[in-house]
């Protein structure tokens, strides 16, 4: 797990995950989304404009984010 900060008092979904180096641009993350590859706090998420908040965990596959703030 790493921790990725956020400035803000939340990020959409798809923004999260550019800012953490899974996915390369919009479409990517488009793609992770539609298949299924992405859970917020352990749930299914397939809007890359969801709100994630600091405390929120994001995984792709194997890779899982923690969301801070600073």
């Not at 995950?17 to 299914?44: C, Q, R, S, T």
């Amino acid at each position: 797990m790493h921790d990725i900060e956020i400035r803000d008092d939340m990020i959409r979904l798809g923004q999260l995950l550019k800012l953490a180096g899974i996915a390369e641009d919009g479409a990517h993350a488009k793609d992770l989304l539609d298949a299924g590859e992405v859970a917020v706090n352990g749930e299914p998420e397939h809007r890359r404009g969801r709100q994630v908040h600091p405390g929120d965990h994001v995984t792709v596959g194997r890779e899982e984010i923690r969301v801070t703030s600073r």
